[in-house]
T-cell receptor, first 116, second 108 residues
Framework: DAGVIQSPRHEVTEMGQEVTLRCKPISGHDYLFWYRQTMMRGLELLIYFNNNVPIDDSGMPEDRFSAKMPNASFSTLKIQPSEPRDSAVYFC??????????????FGPGTRLTVL | GQQVMQIPQYQHVQEGEDFTTYCNSSTTLSNIQWYKQRPGGHPVFLIQLVKSGEVKKQKRLTFQFGEAKKNSSLHITATQTTDVGTYFCAGGDDKIIFGKGTRLHILP
């Protein structure tokens, strides 16, 4: 298996631009997670999906952030408009289920976002 | 809300010395997981502990889960340069919460 795939690996954009991050989970996994990692705040859970349905989006920082999972093999995290404080590494992870809080999470390589 | 705290935040050790990181939760955990993230990499699962007082070993790594299932530790014996990275604990009752990690630096 190829593991969790994320694209792009690096993104540099200017403040105010829209940014879309993409994730392909491991085939057959029921759960998909989006995390943000910064030096100051560590690894923060933004949102997670179960069978393509958003379950908990309490970690999404504000309305500029949105996430979708139109099917079992694809998810996007969108930031519109982007701001310099959004600069971070964004990880996507998936887990097989049925219990997301006891499953191993498999992380993708991450997208390093820089907003100028 | 539920919190998972890790200490220390950073640790520098001479190669060959031992290393320990501690994880504490504000609530009882159903399980604790440990992950390792190499510099520039992504978190990779190491192990999961489920039972109260459980101890598991992976070569030079020893993992413990506290009797009250509110704390855990990772101990590395005789560190090597390959141990460099950040070690995260993650636990939860109804959702997984990651600690902020302990960054391990090895001095040659």
């Amino acid at each position: 298996d190829a593991g969790v795939i994320q694209s792009p690996r690096h993104e540099v954009t200017e403040m105010g631009q829209e940014v879309t991050l993409r994730c392909k989970p491991i085939s057959g996994h029921d759960y998909l997670f989006w995390y943000r990692q910064t030096m100051m705040r560590g690894l923060e859970l933004l949102i997670y999906f179960n069978n393509n349905v958003p379950i908990d989006d309490s970690g999404m920082p504000e309305d500029r952030f949105s996430a979708k999972m139109p099917n079992a093999s694809f998810s996007t995290l969108k930031i519109q408009p982007s701001e310099p404080r959004d600069s971070a590494v964004y990880f996507c992870a998936s887990s097989p289920g049925p219990n997301h809080y006891t499953d191993t999470q498999y992380f993708g390589p991450g997208t390093r976002l820089t907003v100028l | 809300g539920q919190q998972v705290m890790q200490i220390p935040q950073y640790q520098h050790v001479q190669e060959g010395e031992d290393f320990t990181t501690y994880c504490n939760s504000s609530t009882t955990l159903s399980n604790i997981q440990w992950y390792k993230q190499r510099p520039g990499g992504h978190p990779v699962f190491l192990i999961q502990l489920v039972k109260s007082g459980e101890v598991k070993k992976q070569k030079r790594l020893t993992f413990q889960f506290g009797e009250a299932k509110k704390n855990s530790s990772l101990h590395i014996t005789a560190t090597q340069t390959t141990d460099v990275g950040t070690y995260f604990c993650a636990g939860g009752d109804d959702k997984i919460i990651f600690g902020k990690g302990t960054r391990l630096h090895i001095l040659p």
